[in-house]
T-cell receptor
Framework: AQKVTQAQTEISVVEKEDVTLDCVYETRDTTYYLFWYKQPPSGELVFLIRRNSFDEQNEISGRYSWNFQKSTSSFNFTITASQVVDSAVYFCALIPTGTASKLTFGTGTRLQVTL | DAGVIQSPRHEVTEMGQEVTLRCKPISGHDYLFWYRQTMMRGLELLIYFNNNVPIDDSGMPEDRFSAKMPNASFSTLKIQPSEPRDSAVYFC?????????????FGPGTRLTVT
């Protein structure tokens, strides 16, 4: 069975601050995918990134960056120069390869960015 | 391209009534998933289909829940009879097959309230 832990329930930052959302996972599978999703106040779930367990390269997309460390089973997400529009609940998730089904989600981290 | 479409967006019904939630996946996607989100349990996979065939319904809470996918562009999730504890946000998601089977794109959700 898989488990995804997002220990930070809620984070509040002031606009322009950098913020890192933590994600730690457990799986017995040797190959898997990791994801981050964003759920803004409007409620939809927005796909942000997929990372294959083979690929430990960090990724940057604009103000977003992801740090995948297999040795510590972590897949952390950093927002640089946060903006009010970043306010949302962010979910980390995991799926073993070979099963396009059971996406295991963490409990989410609520990020509040204020002026 | 249109994303995953769900209807209705909000549903309020009385206990004992039948509820039908609808989903149109992204055109060309082979997989369709139904999730439920509650404060207590987070995001849970209820059932998923591959090429219109139900593959895993182990997440369906009980016999009151049923899901169908009569064709590649339409799926329903039915609750009969509904109960207050069914109140939740129900998400439909779809994904491509093959190596892209792991990127699930979510619809806006249906917020169900059973009184």
């Amino acid at each position: 069975a898989q488990k995804v832990t997002q220990a930070q329930t809620e984070i509040s930052v002031v606009e322009k601050e950098d913020v890192t959302l933590d994600c730690v996972y457990e799986t017995r599978d040797t190959t898997y995918y990791l994801f981050w999703y964003k759920q803004p106040p409007s409620g939809e779930l927005v796909f942000l990134i997929r990372r294959n367990s083979f690929d430990e390269q960090n990724e940057i997309s604009g103000r977003y960056s992801w740090n995948f460390q297999k040795s510590t089973s972590s897949f952390n997400f950093t927002i640089t120069a946060s903006q009010v529009v970043d306010s949302a609940v962010y979910f980390c998730a995991l799926i073993p390869t070979g099963t396009a089904s059971k996406l295991t989600f963490g409990t989410g981290t609520r990020l509040q960015v204020t002026l | 391209d249109a994303g995953v479409i769900q209807s209705p967006r909000h549903e309020v019904t009385e206990m004992g009534q039948e509820v039908t939630l609808r989903c149109k996946p992204i055109s060309g996607h082979d997989y369709l998933f139904w999730y439920r989100q509650t404060m207590m349990r987070g995001l849970e996979l209820l059932i998923y289909f591959n090429n219109n065939v139900p593959i895993d319904d182990s997440g369906m809470p009980e016999d009151r829940f049923s899901a169908k996918m009569p064709n590649a562009s339409f799926s329903t999730l039915k609750i009969q009879p509904s109960e207050p504890r069914d109140s939740a946000v129900y998400f439909c998601a779809s994904s491509l097959g093959g190596g892209r089977a792991y990127e699930q794109y979510f619809g806006p959700g249906t917020r169900l309230t059973v009184t």
